[in-house]
């Protein structure tokens, strides 16, 4: 049996595959984020734990970051090591100060002194580890300006001239009254002004954390007192006191302790309230410190603190801390035994205790002439006081007393009567004034002052040996009648003789130590005569430029700008000159010598040269006697006056000339006048001058016309002269 053919058995297999999706597995991926976060988390915590700790040591967060501390480093060394590269280096330093005790030392500061004058240039800051000293910082100590020295001076009696010279700082110290958490470093100078001496500084805050030196406030002081440092109630607070005389002056400061710590000025100038709250005491108490009324200012913020209850800030409390600083001074001053009744009445007055002021003066008649004085030296303060009251407090009547007798002091009783019945209706207010010292107000005062118009008046500005501020005079003197009213005077006028005549001097320049100058503003009648002694004496009458003779000066009177004395002399029509001897160079008495003769080769300026191109030329500045300088005249002159060079030529021979330094820069100025027998057909006169500077450039002419230079002033360092001018029978001074 055979087998048959058949298929055979088959066995299937079947795959299964997954098809890909392209999903990212987030899961993973945020785990491990969340990880590496971490890590760098913990990693910055413990790297700036180090920082903190060790400021210095490697840290890659100071390469990251570097800004976060001082990047300065030094190699550490033992005091020894710092004294012998100081040695080497030629380096001068002051007493190392230690912090905070010289026996647990954290930190040492070492100033670095100018070997010549011993003032502080830097301050190496060192930090201590274990026996060794590592330079951690080093800053510039540079000077302060003495105009912000000086700031507190102004508009006292002892302001000095504005200066913007440098003041070095002499010492330092740490400063005291400061929680000793971290060092304060106060920075001092001293330099005098007249009776004044003035102390000044700088104040600079150490971080020990960053190792470095904040300079946190420049300050001075005419009342000779460092800064001090008060608790308040809003927190630590500093005080720089920059009273003079009599009348307190502070400023406050309160402590922010930020990082680095900050002083923060407390100002009366500004309300801290919104205007939705009702602070009428508030904005009157600030009114009122504004004005320097402090005693009434406290009086009305304390009222106000009660008023706004929960409302009142920390910032509206340090605003009544400085008020209070104030007050209390005042008040203390009115309480003192003073050396006259006058500093009596001006502590009362400088207090806002206007009524015992005024009883004061009332009760003592034979001191309204030295009070009245007094205001007038202290108006600007005082006027300041009385209006702001008036403005707070508009019925005041001792206080509209007082605004008339202030007024009356700058002006004149009539003024003053006038200025307070513009404030009142009140006869009995106005009677109270015209009865003081017993007679009508108006006649007393006159008599005092010396503004009465009767030759019968007594004598009223004081007597003085004092030469006074001003060395020399230029003025234009008028002819008059009478002598005119207003006049603030020494004397009984006397009757003139015949032949006599009474003049008006219109002071135009005035000379003291610092040069020529207009007569200033805000001087006053009185202050006026005692600092022009000496001129007064020597006032000389000019015609042109001859000697008439003197006068005798009698008065004196401001109005606004205008500055006039009354005097007396020969009688001259017309406007006269006044001036001092030797006040002026008159151009008739300079050492004129002929011009030198231009080169030949001189161009002629009108057809080859163009203005513009000569006035944009930069000249070297040369000596006359070379030719550059030669041709350069010869090219100006005959530029400015229209010349061809042969004109030119023919008017050489004529020219006088001179050189002066006019400018006061030390660079000498080319004067050329016309001398006698000018050619007619130039069309010139004798006698007009043209002044060039050394680059050609014209600074003055009066060639073609109606004037004619007849003086020059002295001039000073960095101070031009000053040209006196007559034209049309009148004298004008030109400046350059």
């Known amino acids: 049996m055979g087998l048959s053919k058949s298929n055979p058995p088959t066995a299937q297999v079947k795959l299964l595959v997954s098809p890909t999706t392209g999903r990212i597995p987030w899961s993973l991926l945020s785990w491990l984020a969340l990880g590496s976060g971490g890590a760098l988390l913990v990693a910055m915590i413990l790297s700036g734990a180090k920082l903190i700790v060790d400021p210095y040591s490697p840290n890659w967060l100071k390469t990251a970051f570097p800004g976060l501390v001082n990047t300065f480093e030094a190699a550490p060394q033992t005091a020894d090591e710092i004294q012998a590269e100081m040695r080497a280096q030629n380096i001068t330093h002051g007493q190392p100060i230690a912090w905070p005790r010289a026996d647990q030392p954290k930190a040492w500061f070492y100033p670095i002194l100018n070997s010549d004058d011993k003032t502080i240039q830097e301050l190496w800051v060192y930090r201590v580890q274990n026996d060794q000293l590592q330079r951690v910082e080093q800053v510039k100590i540079r000077p302060m300006k003495e105009s912000f020295i000086t700031t507190p001076l102004v508009g006292t009696a002892s302001q000095v001239a504005s200066v913007d010279s440098d003041a070095s700082l002499s010492s330092v110290q740490p400063m005291a009254g400061k929680a000793a958490n971290e060092p304060w470093l106060l920075l001092e100078g001293q330099r005098r002004y007249g009776n004044t001496v003035m102390r000044y500084g700088q104040i600079l805050s150490y971080q020990s954390h960053a190792q470095r030196l904040h300079r946190l406030l420049n300050w001075s002081s005419p009342a000779g007192q460092p800064p001090q440092w008060k608790n308040g109630d809003t927190g ?277 130590n610092t040069g020529w100058g207009r007569p200033p503003v805000a001087i006053t009648a009185t202050n006026m005569w005692a600092e022009s002694v000496a001129i007064r004496r020597q006032l000389q009458l000019f015609s042109g430029n001859r000697h008439v003779a003197g006068v005798t000066v009698h008065g004196v009177q401001t109005t606004g700008s205008r500055l006039t004395f009354l005097a007396s002399g020969p009688k001259i029509n017309g406007s006269t000159l006044v001036t001092t001897p030797n006040s002026l160079q008159w151009l008739t008495t300079l050492p004129w010598q002929t011009a030198p003769t231009p080169p030949v080769e001189s161009r002629n300026a009108t057809n080859e040269s163009s203005v513009d191109d000569a006035e944009s030329t930069q000249f070297p500045q040369t000596d006359f006697h070379q030719t550059d300088t030669l041709t350069l005249m010869a090219e100006a002159i005959s530029r400015q006056l229209g010349l061809t060079f042969e004109q030119t030529a023919q008017l050489y021979p004529h020219l006088q000339y001179i050189r002066m330094d006019l400018m006061g820069d030390r660079t000498a100025e080319h004067i050329f006048t016309m001398g006698p027998g000018v050619p007619s057909e130039l069309g010139l006169f004798p006698g007009k001058v043209m002044i060039l500077s050394d680059n050609g450039k014209l600074l003055y002419s009066d060639v073609g016309q109606q004037r004619s230079l007849l003086a020059i002033t002295g001039k000073t360092i960095n101070k031009p002269a000053t040209l006196l001018v007559e034209q049309a029978g009148r004298y004008d001074l030109i400046g350059f």
């Open 236 to 512: 630590k607070q500093l005080i720089v006191d920059q009273t003079v005389g009599l009348r307190p002056s502070f400023l406050l400061y309160q402590l922010v302790p930020n990082d680095p710590p900050r002083l923060q000025e407390v100002s009366l100038y500004r309300s801290v309230y919104e205007q939705d709250l009702s602070t009428s005491l508030y904005d009157k108490a600030l009114k009122l410190a504004q004005g320097s009324v402090w005693s009434h200012s406290l009086q009305m913020m304390e009222s106000a603190k009660a008023t706004l209850g929960h409302d009142w800030s920390a910032e509206a409390q340090a605003q009544l801390d400085l008020i209070q600083l104030h007050a209390t001074r005042t008040k203390a001053q009115t309480d003192q035994t003073l050396s006259s009744q006058q500093q009596h009445i001006l502590a009362y007055l400088i207090d806002g205790q206007w009524d015992k002021a005024l009883s004061t003066l009332e009760n003592n008649p034979a001191i309204y002439g030295p009070t009245l004085k007094r205001l007038e030296r202290d108006f600007d303060a005082l006027w300041r006081g009385v209006t702001t009251h008036l403005q707070v407090h508009p019925k005041d009547v001792t206080t509209q007393i007082w605004g008339a007798l202030l007024v009356t002091s700058r002006q004149s009783p009539e003024a003053g009567e006038e200025w307070l019945q513009k404030k009142t209706r009140s006869k009995a207010t106005l009677e109270r004034l015209q009865a003081l010292g017993g007679q009508k107000f108006a006649e007393n005062i006159a008599l005092i002052n010396g503004y009465s118009d009767t030759n019968t008046s007594t004598a009223s500005l004081p007597a003085t040996n004092e030469p006074g501020r001003y060395t020399s005079l230029i003025g234009q003197a008028t002819a008059v009648g009478a002598p005119g009213h207003g006049w603030l005077r020494s004397q009984t006028l006397p009757t003139l003789a015949p032949g006599q005549s009474w003049y008006h001097i219109n002071v135009q320049l005035l000379q003291d």
